[in-house]
């Protein structure tokens, strides 16, 4: 599902607009966005946690020339489904 096929599914069951499910949308995504950059760390009860988790640095392959390259720490954001969630889609 695309963003935009989000915002009209959320309009159409919500009986909002589609402008003002599509701010509703964008208001969830920006503060998901900064909570995780600040805390590192989102849980929705029934549905999962978001996490900032650290990435070391490491060796790796490119794989179309086989060349080798190193890959730098970074941060990633990992997802954890909640057991409510992975029961619906079991």
């Given at each position: 599902m695309t963003k935009t096929e989000l915002v009209e599914k959320l309009a159409k069951e919500q009986g909002l607009?589609?402008?003002m499910a599509k701010e509703v949308v964008e208001a969830f995504l920006?503060?998901?966005t900064r909570t995780l950059?600040?805390?590192g760390r989102?849980?929705?009860a029934g549905f999962g946690v978001f996490e900032v988790v650290k990435r070391a640095k490491r060796k790796a392959r490119?794989?179309?020339?086989g060349e080798p390259l190193t890959v730098k720490a970074h941060k990633a954001v990992k997802?954890?489904?909640s057991k409510t969630l992975k029961d619906v889609i079991a």
């Open positions: 607009t589609k402008v920006s503060l998901t950059k600040k805390d989102i849980a929705l490119n794989p179309r020339t997802f954890r489904a």
